[in-house]
């Protein structure tokens, strides 16, 4: 839908976030000496949803080369349980988690570069699906450094 100045309005989008099932969430791990910073957006093990994810934004305490990958172990620690995007809409099942871990965790599918502290817009339109117990993960090839995520999807 053309909106006017070049502008498109994407459909779909704003249908989900009027329906209620448009989610964000962000997480934001700092260094961890000798480990990798990772950030996930898992959908948990009987969630009883399909999230396809929307969008994905990072930013990292230096310039470098990240990974998308897959991974379908929960991360122990939560950042946040998913925000409605309709104020007052049901609550997500999917949630942003981080790790540190010594490796990278999962299946890489993809890799973006960032500069140092500037927040680069990753994934930009329906990027993958997740099924429950499913999760993509965004992680630093180097050790010892933040990396801030955030996230949108819908669910159905």
Known sequence: M??????QL?????????????????????PSVGNVSEVQLFN?????KTAIVYRFFSSASVAGIFNLSQF???????????????????AAACQVRNATPVAQDGTIIDLYELLVNTTRT????????????????AS?????????GSFRWVEF
């Not at 053309?2 to 502008?7: A, H, K, L, M, R």
């Not at 379908?72 to 049901?90: D, E, I, R």
């Not at 993958?128 to 999760?135: M, V, Y």
């Open 2 to 7: 053309d909106i006017g100045v070049g502008q």
């Open 10 to 30: 994407n459909v779909d989008w704003l249908y989900m976030v009027r329906s209620g099932k448009a989610f964000t969430g962000y997480t934001n791990i700092g």
């Open 44 to 48: 948990p093990v009987g969630s009883g």
């Open 72 to 90: 379908n172990t929960q991360f122990a620690s939560l950042g946040m349980t998913g925000v409605n995007l309709q104020s007052g809409g049901p």
């Open 122 to 137: 990753v994934v930009d339109d329906w990027y993958t699906i997740l099924a429950a117990g499913q999760g993509l993960v």
């Open 140 to 148: 630093s090839q180097a050790v010892n450094l933040r990396l801030a």
